[in-house]
């Protein structure tokens, strides 16, 4: 599962529960206030009593009223946000066989890949959905040709995933702290 | 983890994102008169609303009932995040009126993962079946940085699938197979 998919889940699980909560403490109220009880829960006096002082237009209100929006705006950012893929599609090969790669052991493999390079102390790399672009650090500042050398490692890797969506690479290079 | 999961989740907060969205939009678009200056200066809850209930008692056991369902469906929404799409049993029933069958899926996950740990450059593997829009297994493969990749992938689909399907007796019994290439630890190049 992604990061995404997490943030997504801990907060349906927090707002399933905040509106299970919250509806029963409402009929919770209905019930008291039916055998004529107080307020057990909600004082929802006070609430009433706020709501018919307070105009559309005073500040509290509009920044209540703004907090709904931002808080509405954030759950369609959830709802609609895709992240990082959790696996890349492989070319399948028969019917009803699908083939994928993860994603976080694509990432690796191409690390792994570029830091085989004569002349690279180690990678690192992340792949999104179109991209996967890989930071490498060099032992010298200019070694000609380094980067086509990365470059090939990269791609040949990724040839041979086989990948359904071919993906760009992008390669940076950074010389090593030699200090 | 459940795919149906991450659907409910994206289809209930698009639904609560939209009404909280109309709800504030149109509560700042009547405090700045769009609807009418006299409009802003209203209190939040006029008294003609707010006497509604006033001498209509089935007026809050609406609400109750109405508050009941909402909890019901925040409960179901809840328990759905720790479902997981996983089954233990394979149903292979054909023809109900003849009895059931069904096999463990242990029993075919253990043989698929051990057939699969056979090939070379297969570090390790674990399988489950899985419920999402009917069975399929699932296969997960962790290789060596040094394997074939082409040449794994050519022995799961002839020899591990094709012997899975045998078992189950479904010859497009359909499988997923996510491969995880370098995933066991490559010793990174030291340059001195």
């Given at each position: ?179 | ?122 570090t390790s ?17 962790e290789l060596a940085d ?34 995880r290439?370098g995933a066991s630890r490559t ?6």
């Amino acid at each position: 599962m992604t990061a995404t998919s997490w943030v997504t889940r801990v907060v349906s699980a927090l707002l399933a529960l905040a509106l299970l909560l919250g509806s029963l403490m409402v009929v919770v109220e209905i019930v008291a206030a039916a055998l004529g009880r107080a307020p057990a829960l909600v004082p929802y006096p006070e609430w009433t009593s706020w709501l018919r002082t307070h105009s559309w237009n005073d500040w509290i209100v509009n920044v209540v009223l703004g907090g709904l929006v931002v808080l509405g705006l954030l759950f369609l950012l959830l709802a609609f946000r895709r992240g990082k893929p959790a696996s890349l599609a492989l070319r399948s090969g028969s019917a009803g066989v699908d083939f994928a790669a993860s994603r976080r052991s694509v990432e690796k493999s191409l690390a792994a890949a570029a830091a085989r390079t004569t002349g690279i102390a180690g990678a690192s790399a992340s792949v999104s959905r179109r991209t996967a672009r890989v930071d490498a650090r060099t032992v010298a500042r200019s070694e000609p040709g380094i980067r086509e050398a990365v470059e090939s490692g990269v791609r040949g890797r990724l040839d041979s995933l086989g990948l359904e969506r071919r993906l760009r690479t992008r390669v940076r290079l950074t010389a090593k702290d030699t200090r | 983890m459940s795919r149906r999961a991450n659907v409910i989740n994206r289809v209930v907060l698009t639904v609560l994102g939209l009404l909280l969205l109309a709800a504030g939009g149109l509560g700042l678009a009547l405090s700045v008169g769009a609807f009418g200056a006299w409009r802003a200066t209203y209190p939040v809850l006029p008294r003609e609303v707010s006497t509604f209930p006033d001498g209509r008692p089935w007026f809050w056991w609406a609400v109750a009932g109405g508050l009941l369902l909402i909890a019901v469906l925040a409960l179901l929404w809840l328990l759905t995040q720790f479902k997981a799409d996983r089954t233990t049993r394979l149903d292979r029933t054909t023809n109900a009126r003849d009895g059931y069958t069904t096999l463990h899926a242990s029993a075919l996950t253990d043989a698929v993962e051990n057939e699969a740990l056979g090939i070379t450059g297969v570090t390790s593997a674990s399988a489950n079946v899985h419920e999402h829009r009917g069975q399929h297994v699932f296969l997960r493969v962790e290789l060596a940085d040094s394997a074939d990749i082409g040449e794994v992938r050519t022995r799961l689909e002839n020899e591990v699938v094709a012997h899975l399907r045998e078992g189950v007796g479904d010859p497009r019994f359909p499988v997923t197979i996510e491969l995880r290439p370098g995933a066991s630890r490559t010793p990174q190049r030291s340059v001195t």
